[in-house]
């Protein structure tokens, strides 16, 4: 059912509500009326002309008055509460629609991006098996098909120097999928090798900052990880930094992640419907272990990404494989 549907059928349903309402109100009236005329009516017939007639007849005018104006005040009431209550479920559906809608496509968004970088990691792998390592084997293969066994000597640093070409090719590809580091020592040190790799390589300075050296679950450590691969690959392609900061701290059942620049900023209103693609899939990691992504223009300039997530240590990932398991 379309969203256009529900909206119409809701808006039907408050109208009869309302309509009730608006029918209980005059039939209430109308009863309250002609109470009060039969009751005069019986009044004057069994007492005609008497003082304790006028002083019934009073009282039953005011009590009547009474009623109807405390009828007319609790159903102006339900009247209001109606129209408002149906106001606000007709716009917090709405509301919820557009979020669902927008949180599709950001799905959506999303699964084309995997499937595009799956394909550029794929392109990007055969390319450097095919140039680099291939053509570095090929070299050792030939040096050994053309030298004698007494010639292996001199052409030993030659080998040497192809093979650290391979094992060199091998690792950057292996850190390309996943570092190993992230599996051996957990995020600290993950972060900390990946500011130092991004400030090797593009020459902005980056101070990192930890309050936590534990290990977290595997599936938070993946995706604070990337989420900070992303934060800063975005710092060198926009931003026009010289330096960056980031922090990892855990307090209170929470882990912080703030990744900082000192850049131009991002334009304000820099909350586009249609965000890029990066940001898409840092809130996507972020919701799958129950965080969230803010970012912000500094005042002092720059951009700040901070992620807030439950803290999940790494003994609860194994506390619900043994579960699964004995499921």
């Known amino acids: 059912m379309s969203r256009q549907t529900v909206l119409r059928v809701m808006v039907l349903g408050f109208g009869l509500a309302v309509l009730l309402v608006i029918a209980a109100a005059y039939v209430g009236y109308e009863g309250s009326l002609s109470i009060q005329t039969n009751a005069r009516d019986l009044v004057r017939e069994h007492l005609l002309n008497t ?10 005018e005011q009590q009547s008055q009474h009623l109807l104006g405390g009828l007319i005040w609790i159903l102006g009431a339900c009247f209001v509460l109606a ?29 084309w991006n995997l499937v595009e970088s799956h394909e550029k990691v794929a392109r990007r792998f055969s390319h450097e098996i095919h140039d680099e ?20 000597p ?23 999928l996943r570092p190993v580091i992230l599996d051996d020592f957990g995020l600290d040190a993950g972060l900390r090798w990946l ?7 593009t020459r902005i300075q980056v101070d990192y900052s930890s309050n936590y050296s534990g290990r977290l679950s595997d599936e938070l450590e993946t995706q604070l990880f ?24 855990v307090q209170g ?18 909350r586009t419907p249609h965000p890029g693609i990066g940001m898409v899939g840092m809130r996507a990691r972020a919701r ?38 004995a499921c």
């Not at 291939?134 to 004698?148: L, N, P, S, Y």
């Not at 975005?234 to 980031?246: D, F, L, P, Q």
């Not at 059942?253 to 820099?270: L, Q």
């Not at 223009?297 to 803290?311: A, I, K, L, M, Y």
Request: negative net charge.
């Open 154 to 176: 001199g052409q030993r640093e030659e080998v040497l120097g192809l093979l650290d070409e391979v094992m060199s090719g091998i690792r950057e590809l292996s850190q390309l």
């Open 51 to 60: 003082d304790r007639a006028a002083t019934l007849e009073k009282q039953i």
């Open 133 to 152: 390592l291939g053509q570095a084997m090929a070299g050792v293969k030939g040096i050994m098909k053309r030298i004698t066994p007494e010639e292996l």
């Open 195 to 201: 500011s130092e790799r991004f400030m090797q390589r």
């Open 253 to 270: 059942g929470h882990v912080r992640m703030e990744i900082a620049d000192n850049g131009k900023g991002m334009p304000e209103p820099f």
């Open 226 to 249: 990337r989420i900070a691969q992303e934060a800063l690959t975005n710092i060198a392609r926009h931003s026009g930094a010289t330096a960056a900061t980031v922090s990892l701290s």
């Open 288 to 325: 799958q272990v129950r965080g969230e992504v803010k970012v912000e223009n500094r005042s002092q300039g720059g951009v700040r990404v901070v992620v807030d997530t439950p803290f999940r240590g790494q003994e609860e990932d194994g506390g619900e494989e043994n579960s699964n398991s």
């Open 83 to 111: 129209v408002v209550g149906s106001a606000l479920t007709i716009w917090t559906t709405d509301k919820a629609f557009r979020q669902l809608e927008w949180q599709a496509g950001e799905l959506s968004r999303v699964s």
